[in-house]
């Protein structure tokens, strides 16, 4: 009796040489800057906008700056000030630390 039982179609090579199956998607950390979780890093560039606590601390949406990221404009004294401790340490923090710091500095 003859095999009536389909068999499924290998996947063709896309253009290019590549394979046509999809590639696995890199894991992501929760608000850790990656291209896999969606959050930019922030660098400053030479000459960018920076403002004090204070100034922060009133913005909102409207004003143009990356709200979950207000600290990033801090002047580098000041953010040590603020958080007692340099932007990279405080990068290294987890995400939930993070946000106590900021919500304590009243940047969140």
């Known amino acids: 009796m003859p095999n009536l039982r389909a068999t499924p179609a290998k996947p063709k090579p896309a253009a290019g040489g590549g394979s046509a199956t999809p590639s696995a998607t890199p894991s992501a950390t929760p608000g850790v800057p990656s291209e896999a979780s969606g959050v930019a890093p ?55 630390k993070r946000q106590a710091a900021k919500k304590k500095a009243g940047l969140f």
């Not at 409207?62 to 405080?90: H, N, P």
């Open 42 to 96: 922030v660098d400053k560039p030479a000459g960018s906008a920076t403002f004090s606590r204070a100034e922060l601390a009133a913005m909102d949406s409207t004003s143009g700056i990356d709200m979950e990221r207000k600290e990033s404009y801090l002047a580098d004294g000041e953010f040590a000030e603020v958080f007692g401790m340099e932007r990279g340490a405080f990068e290294s923090m987890p995400l939930w």
